[in-house]
């Protein structure tokens, strides 16, 4: 069973500091990775993409890869009240569809 | 449109009625997904249909639950003697090819369900 695993949280962070949502995944085949943002009642949006080891950079977003780890994280830079949200981590892991987490819940305190 | 499409927005039924979902996936993708979401859970994936293959089913949590993609494109989740457990978030989306590297989804709207 291929699993994407992340922490549910709540993870509450003070405006202004840096978020850190982490997330790993079960397959080292596993190609693309991918961090949605769902706020409440609304449908999930994809913020960032990463297909290689390292960072990639967004504005305030940094999303880091480690394969040898089969780990991807999410880091948001001066955290505002508008990024608390659930935050999605999801995988192509080969030849079959995106396999999502379960969500981590980011609240942002002003 | 630009993006993926659901209706009806909302919907209310009746316990035992059948309910038609409809989505219309970003011109040119190939594959299109449904999804349950519960209130408060995370994504549940329900199928998917990959160009004119036959479609993934192992989502499916009952056999009151089908899906049909006519010509490749618009797809309508059907489901059949509505139970109250079916309240949710019914989610399309839709992506170039299912498998591909580099895929990505994109979301529809939603169809929120719920079942009296």
């Known amino acids: 069973q291929k699993e994407v695993e992340q922490n549910s949280g709540p993870l509450s962070v003070p405006e202004g500091a840096i978020a850190s949502l982490n997330c790993t995944y079960s397959?080292?085949?596993?190609?693309?990775f991918f961090w949605y943002r769902q706020y409440s009642g609304k449908s999930p949006e994809l913020i960032m993409s990463?297909?290689?080891?390292g960072d990639k950079e967004d504005g305030r977003f940094t999303a880091q890869l480690n394969k040898a780890s089969q780990y991807v994280s999410l880091l948001i830079r001066d955290s505002q009240p508008s990024d608390s949200a659930t935050y999605l981590c999801a995988v192509n892991e080969g030849n079959t569809p995106l396999v999502f987490g379960k969500g981590t819940r980011l609240s942002v305190i002003a | 449109g630009a993006g993926v499409s659901q209706s009806p927005s909302n919907k209310v039924t009746e316990k035992g009625k059948d309910v038609e979902l409809r989505c219309d996936p970003i011109s040119g993708h190939t594959a299109l997904y449904w999804y349950r979401q519960s209130l408060g859970q995370g994504l549940e994936f329900l199928i998917y249909f990959q160009g004119n293959s036959a479609p993934d089913k192992s989502g499916l949590p009952s056999d009151r639950f089908s899906a049909e993609r006519t010509g490749g494109s618009v797809s309508t989740l059907t489901i059949q003697r509505t139970q109250q457990e079916d309240s949710a978030v019914y989610l399309c989306a839709s992506s170039w090819r299912a498998g591909a590297a580099q895929e990505t989804q994109y979301f529809g709207p939603g169809t929120r369900l719920l079942v009296l």
């Open positions: 990463i297909y290689s080891n």
């Open positions: 397959d080292r085949g596993s190609q693309s």
